[in-house]
Each structure stands twice: as structure tokens, then as C-alpha cells.
């Protein structure tokens, strides 16, 4: 058997979809999972494809009681799932609120929640979910996806210091616009622009060697890139500052945006 059992969600694009496929293809047991099981990685000799919403709580257990019957434990529980929908607060509906809050923050508690127990028997285990730095300070026009990314990055820092003691440690990366389809969604709106005032956009190999530290080292928090890690944790203490030059930068990242959409519609 591999050195470690992975449960992913999100594993049918971007940031989930390849670290199941790097993690599996290293040898490491992977349970991959994702709502839309269509695009889900092919079953392996490592990889177990399965269905799951986030949102299903019985579900949920129901899976990890499969990873347990089948390998053994389950050393690291990885939340990648999420959902984002651009739109401004006056715009908003009940759906909105209830697919981004369920999904992106529920869905990661009910993840914990249904494996932390099987870590606890085992006497020990990785959580790692992936955050946002929009879960650091939060970011005008996709309001709704920074209130539940600083939920993820709430419960992960509470849960760390909790956990720490049953060698539980709890890691939680906050990235910065990383290229995946939520990034293409967002180039249609104009309500994402201070997402594209990034000086780069972020791969998914960028994210997945931000993993790898955190598996290595345990780290409680990783921020990438750095620098703008700490640019959006000074934003998020002075708030009044960031509420006043916040209009500068959302017409660079306009003026960013409508490039973007310029070259590739060429």
C-alpha cells in the first residue's frame, strides 16, 4: 500500500482534478470526488472515482467509510471543491447566497466532520483545504465567495488549534486567481475584476507545490504568491485604507480584464 490515503473533492477540473491525477500516479491512494462524476479522473489500481455533493452529510460519511473499508484509514483529507458566481450584493438572490455559503464553507465543515473521527482512531491525519486570499481580505463583486473563503480559513485556523493536540494538524492554502475553469467564469464578469489585478496568474502546478510544503512541513497557513499574501493580510487590517484605493485598482483590473477578453476573442 501507498505511504498515504488521500479524499479529494472538487477532482473533476482544475486544482482537484490534477492533484488526484499527480497523487495517484505517484502511487498514493487516492478517493477522488466530485458532484459531476463524468469528468472525474478513470479508476485505477489508486484512484477510486465516486460521486459526491459536498452538501450531502450522508454521503460524506458514506464515503469515508468506504476509504476505511478499503485501505485501511485516511491519512489526508483535501477540500478543494468550490463554487463561485460573480455578482454584485444588490444583485444577489437566495440561490447565490445558498450554493456558494454550502458548498464552499458547509461543504468543507461536513468533509471534517466525517473524517476527523477516523483520524482521531488512527491517532493522527492532514486536513488541508484550499482557501482563497479573497478569504484574507474580502473582494468587491464576488462578496459572497470571500465571506465563504474566510469561512473555510476560520474553521481551518480554529480546527488546527484544536486538532493539534490528537496529532490532527489542519493546513490551509490561500491562493491567489489560479488558471482553472472558476478563472474563465469570471473573465465574463466585470463584477471579478479585482480578481485580475494580479501580477500573475497562478497554475495548478503553482498551487500543488504549495500542497506539497504543507504536507511536508504541517504548515498552519500557506499564502501564494507570498508577497501578495502579505499585501491582502495588511488590506485586511486597515480596512479603511483598502475601502478608499480599492476603485484605483478595480480599473486596472478592468483594463487587465478587457485585454483578456480582447486576445482570446482574436
Known sequence: MSDNVFFLTGCASGIGKHMAEVLSGGGECVLATDINADDLPPASDTLIPRQLDVRDADRWKELADEAI???????????????LNPTYIKDMTAEDIHLQMDINAKGVMLGMQAVIPHMLEAGGGHIINISSLAGIAPIPGIALYSAS???????????AFELRPYNIAVSVICPDAVQTPMLDLEKKHDEAALVFTAPRILSVEDVEKAIRVALKTRRLEITLPRSRGWLTKISGMMPGLAYHISPIFTRQGLRKLHKIRASESE
Open 69 to 83: 473499508q478499503r485501505w485501511g484509514r485516511i491519512d489526508v483529507l483535501m477540500n478543494i471543491a468550490a463554487y
Open 149 to 159: 473563503k474566510h469561512a473555510v480559513r476560520a474553521i481551518s485556523l480554529a480546527a
